[in-house]
C-alpha cells in the first residue's frame, strides 16, 4: 500500500493518490494547526504541493509493509531553499489512508513553503 502512495506521488498522479485514501482521511498541515478533514480538502492541498514543490523526491521509507503506520522521508526545493520533511501516514483496517501529517525542516525554508501555499489554499 505505502509504495502505491509513494509511486503515484513522485508520478503527480492525484488521482492515485486520492484512491488510496478515505473519504474522511485527515491532513495534518505542517503550517496550520486545524487539521483539514475530508478527500476535497486533500486533493487541493497536494494540488498545490505539486505545484511549490520542486525537484521533490522521497529518499527513505520507514515502517514494516505490514504495518498501519509508515514514515516516507522527502527532499525536494521550495523557492531557492532545500526542505527535508517527512510524511507519516496512518492506515485504517482496511488498508486505505486515514490520517496524513507533514512535518518540515528547516525553519526558513517552511515559511517560505507557508507563504507559496497560503495564496494557493485561501478559499479551504
Known amino acids: 500500500m ?3 502512495f509513494r509511486r503515484a506521488v513522485e508520478a503527480a498522479d ?3 493518490v486520492m484512491a488510496l485514501c478515505r473519504d474522511d482521511v485527515v491532513f495534518r498541515s505542517p503550517v496550520v494547526f486545524t487539521p483539514y478533514e475530508g478527500r476535497d480538502a486533500l486533493r487541493q492541498i497536494l494540488a ?3 505545484e511549490v ?3 521533490f523526491r522521497y529518499a527513505r521509507e520507514i515502517g514494516a509493509a505490514d504495518a498501519r503506520d509508515h514514515a516516507l522521508v522527502f527532499q525536494a526545493k521550495v523557492g531557492d531553499k532545500e526542505i527535508e520533511g517527512c510524511d507519516f501516514i496512518q ?3 482496511d488498508g486505505a489512508i ?3 501529517t507533514v512535518m518540515v525542516r528547516p525553519l ?3 515559511l517560505t513553503l507557508a507563504e507559496m501555499m ?3 489554499l485561501a478559499g479551504i
Open 2 to 4: 505505502i509504495h502505491e
Open 14 to 16: 492525484l488521482d492515485a
Open 48 to 50: 498545490a504541493v505539486m
Open 53 to 55: 514543490f520542486d525537484d
Open 91 to 93: 492506515l485504517d483496517e
Open 98 to 100: 486515514r490520517e496524513l
Open 108 to 110: 526558513s525554508a517552511t
Open 118 to 120: 497560503k495564496t494557493r
